[in-house]
């Protein structure tokens, strides 16, 4: 499932006895053993076939999720286990936020995540470099600028999905302020 959403399909156990036939009435627990969410309900009684369920609404953190349903008195348990992946991407960073090139013709490495609105790594969407001030520096497709002009500053921009970052590029130009804006 995606993270922040409850489960399309609930969670379902069957109650039977030593001869495989189902036991209803009995009351089976459930828990969440491993990542964060909510389970509704908790604990259900078996139905006249047998079974018994709840819903997972899954939390904000993508990665594994492990579920166990238990019966009083029952040694053997239930074990569910799923992946919570990231939402759509609702914000690009860019990394460093700026490079200083001493001379031109250094170079330097621009690095875009993506995350979805809970802070999860999207990796999901190629990332569009672009030299908003193309006569400063040349960026090329994996994010390596190139100076091509002393005692100038350019911005460097990634997108992704009509999401985008922006990171200053500084080119041989030691009087610039350490602190552009971000």
């Known amino acids: 499932g995606i993270?922040?959403?409850e489960l399309d399909t609930p969670?379902?156990?069957?109650?039977?006895d030593d001869q495989g036939r189902p036991v209803s009435g009995v009351t089976v627990r459930f828990a969440i053993i491993e990542g964060p969410g909510a389970l509704a309900p908790q604990s259900a009684v078996t139905g006249r076939r047998g079974d018994a369920q709840t819903?997972?609404?899954?939390?904000?953190?993508?990665?594994?999720?492990?579920?166990h349903a238990t019966v009083s008195g029952i040694a053997s348990l239930g074990a569910f286990v799923g992946e919570a992946n990231?939402?759509?991407?609702?914000?690009?960073?860019?990394?460093?936020?700026?490079?200083?090139?001493?001379?031109?013709g250094d170079t330097a490495r621009l690095r875009a995540r993506q995350y979805d609105q809970f802070g999860n790594v999207v990796a999901?969407?190629?990332?569009?470099?672009?030299?908003?001030?193309?006569?400063?520096?040349t960026i090329d497709a994996d994010g390596l600028v190139t100076?091509?002009?002393?005692?100038?500053?350019?911005?460097?921009?990634?997108?992704?999905?009509?999401?985008?970052?922006?990171?200053?590029?500084?080119?041989?130009?030691?009087?610039?302020?350490?602190?552009?804006g971000y």
């Open 3 to 5: 993270v922040g959403t």
């Open 11 to 16: 969670l379902g156990v069957l109650v039977v």
């Open 55 to 67: 819903r997972l609404a899954l939390g904000r953190q993508a990665g594994t999720y492990r579920v």
């Open 86 to 104: 990231p939402g759509p991407i609702t914000r690009v960073v860019v990394t460093p936020g700026q490079v200083r090139l001493a001379v031109v």
């Open 124 to 137: 999901a969407s190629p990332v569009g470099w672009t030299a908003a001030d193309p006569d400063v520096f």
């Open 147 to 180: 100076g091509t002009r002393e005692l100038a500053t350019g911005r460097a921009i990634a997108s992704a999905t009509g999401r985008a970052d922006t990171a200053f590029v500084v080119v041989a130009n030691p009087s610039e302020s350490l602190c552009l």
